[in-house]
C-alpha cells in the first residue's frame, strides 16, 4: 500500500516517518498561578501549547535518522492533527537513540530509535467572555 | 456585572489587557469625520487622557449596577471631567470614521474595544487586543472596524498620529503597578505610587530614549475587552534605558508634584471679608483641595470655590499673616491633614457648631481628595481566593499624647450696628520726615491702620487691610511708602493728601502710585452709612515690593500724625492633650496639630466678647484611636480598578464579613498573567 502525506511528518523540510504513536496534546499555559489558603490553584490562562513528547520508531532509515541527529537548536516540525496541518517550531530535549543497526538489501536501518522533543511556540488563548 | 468581576469570579482568568501608553507629543492636530454610520458618538478621538464615559449599555453581559454607569444624556460635553463617547457603533454592525492630519502621518494609533478587524485602504487588520498601529504615510486614513461579536459594538476610543509609545500585550514583558497609601496610625506619610514597565522594543532607540524628559506623562489600564480600568496617569521619574532589546520605563504618580514647598505659608487668615453668604463647606476638603491644585498637579481642578472667611488661609493671591506651617512641603501638610483632621466643624453662622466626620479618597493614582461621605465597600474578596493571608496586630494604643495650638482670631463684629472696629493695639507717633516703625509678633494677623493727627483729632479712618509687607519689620529694618500719606492721588482725579485723604462715594475707586508701584484696589465701603468708615485691600504691582521690602511709615505732611494701629490679633494658645481609649496598650506622642477659629468681637482690649465662632478642622486624635491596630496581607487575583483607601467586604473563611481598607495594593502582570500583593487595614480608614 502506497503511504500518503498522512504516514509523514516533516523535520526541517524532510518527511520522515510518522511514528507509530504519534498523537500530540495540547496543554494550557497559565501564567499569574498561586495556590490559595484552602489549596486551590488559581491563576490566568494566557495560551496553549502542544506538549513535550518523545517521537518513537521501531525502525528508521539512516537518512531520516540523520534529520534527528542534525537538528540543533531551533527545527521545524510540521504534522497533521485534528486542527490542521500544524507547523511549530520544536527543540530536541534528548539525544537521539539508535538501540539496534541493521542492514536490509544494502540500506541501513536503526532500530529503536527515539528522541524527545520540546514545542517551544506558545499560541495566545482567544477571549472567552 | 463587568467583564472584570465575571474574570475574577472563575478560577482560571483569561488573560488581563494591558495598556500603557507613552505621550511623547506630537504637533499633527487632528480631525475626524465620516462617523454617521455610530449609534453616538462625540468624535473626540484626540483626547487619550479622557476616560470613556460609562454608559448603561445592554450589549454583551450587560452593565454592573454599582452606579459607575450612567444613561446617555447627548447634552453631557465631553471633559476630562464628564468623560467622552468617543464613535460608538451599533450593536454587531461595522463602524467608520474617517482620520485627517494637518500634516502627513507615518502611522496611526487607535484604541478600539468591541473589535475584531480595521480596515485601512483595502486593507485589513486583525484587532487582538484594544490597540493597533497602521502605517498610513498619508494625510487622511478612512477606517471601518468590524465588531468582535454579534452582540459587541466597536467603540473607538483614540485615533492618533504614533506620537505615542504604546505598550500592550504584544510587547509587554512586565509590569509592576503599585499603588500606595499610608494608613498607619500616628504618623503616616503620603507615600509615592510607581509604575514599572519592561518592553520588548527590536528597534536600537537607545539614542531617542536618551531624550524622553522627566515628567513625560505615562498612561496605565488594564481590563477587558470593554471593561478597562479607570486611566492611572504617572510622569517618568527616571532615565528611560533600552539595553538587550528591553525597554525600561519608571514612572510615579501625581504626588510627586507635591514633594515641594509650600508656595505660602499657611495660616489663619483673612480676606477682608465677611461673607456670611457663603456656603458652610468642609475646610479640610478645601485645604487639601486647594494644596493639591496650587502644587501644580496636571488636570486637578478645585470643585468648590473657597471660602475662606474663617479658617486658614489658602488664598493664594495674598500671603497670609498668622503663619501656622512654614517651609514644609506640600506633601509633609497633606499627609498630616489627611491623618489629623478627620473632623470638621461646620459653621452654622449664629449657633454652635455641629461637627462632621471627614474621608479621604483616592481620584487618580496619588490625588487625594477629601470628602464628608463615608467610603462604602466598593469591592468583595473571598479570602478562599488568596494565598498567604498573615494577619498583623500592632500593639495597642491606649493613651495619645500632643500639644495643639489653637489659634483664635478676633476681628471686628460685622453683625453689630454700629459695628464695633477699633481693636486698638497700639499708636505709635508719626513725625515728618521721621520713620514710624512698628515690630509685630510673627503671629500677628491682618492689621488695620488709621491715622489720627497729633493733637488726636481723627483723620478719616482708612483701614489698609493686609499690610503685612508694609509696617510689619523685622528688627533694625527700615523702609519707607512715600505716597501713602501725602501723595496718594485716586486715579478718578480728584486729589488727596495726607490729611486729606477720603473718599466720597460708595463707587470703588483705584489708587495707583508709579513711584513705587502700589496698587490699590478693592475700595470697600466699610458701612456706607458712616462717611469715614473706609478700608481698603492692595495688592503690589511689584512682586519684589511684596512681602520683600521692610517697611515703615515717612510722614510726609506739615504735621506729626499718630498712627493708630487698629485691628485684628490671632491669639496663639498652646494646649497639651490627652486622648485615651478604654482598654489596654502603650502611651504615644503624635504630631502636634493647630487648628483654630474667628471670633467676632464687641472688643478686643477689655476681653473678647465671643458672639460667632465660625469652626474649621480640628485635630481628630480621637480618630486616631479608633483605627483598628490589626493589619494584613495576602496574595489575591488582582483588579486594576481598586484604588488605596478603597473599602472592600473581606469574606473570611468562617463565614464572616468584615470591612477592610486597602493601603496597597502592587498588581504585577508578567507572562501573561497578572497577580497582585495587597495590605490592608481592618475597618474604614
Redesign the interface.
Known sequence: MALTALDYITIDGTQIYKPPEFAPQIEDIYSGEYTTCTGKTVGDCIGWKWSDMTLQWDALPQDMVDVLVNMSGEATLVFDSPLGTQTEKIIRSSAVQLRNRNTIRGQTIWRNVSVAIRFINAHPKEASS | MS?ID??NSR??????DVLITLSLGTDIAMTYSGYSSAKIADGVLNQSSWPMRGLADLQG?GFPLDGSRVLYNPNTSPSQTNGKLGVRGNVGQPVSVTATGNDTIASLAISVTGAASVTLNGETTEI?GSHVTLQLLNTTAALTFQP?SEDRRVEIITVLPEADFVINNDNLIKATVSLRSDLSIINPTLPESELTVEVYQDLDVSEAVGSIPEDTPITYQAG??GDMSPVRRFYVSGQVTWKDNVLSIQAVDAVHFLDKELAFSLGVGTTGYYDTSAPSVARAQNIVNYLVKDAGVPGVTIKRTLYFYAAFYNDGGIPPNSVIEKGKSYRDIIAKIMNLFHIDNIPTKYTANRETDLWITYVDAGIPQVTNRKPQSKWTIQ???????NLTAERQIQKINATVTRYQRAVPNPYATPMKTEFQIGTVDWVKGEGAFVAFDDYSARYLFGLSKSDGAPLPQSYFEDLVSMPILPAGQTGRIDGLAGNVMPQDGSSGNGSNMFFDNDTPQRLYDSNLGLEYTQIIPWNSAYADDWRFAWKSQSAAWAGLVAAGLIGKDDQSFTLKIIGDKVLPSKEEVTYSANREGVTVDAPDAWFGSLLFATEYQSGVKQEVVEGMPRAGYESLLKRSNVTCSF?W??DPRIQPRDVFTFHR?DGTDEEWTFENITI?H??????AEVTARKGIV
Open positions: 467583564a465575571i474574570q478560577q482560571i482568568r483569561d488573560p488581563m453581559n487582538t468582535s477587558y475587552p479570602e478562599e481566593d488568596a494565598a498567604s493571608v496574595t487575583k488582582g473563611l504585577t508578567e507572562g501573561g498573567g497578572t497577580l
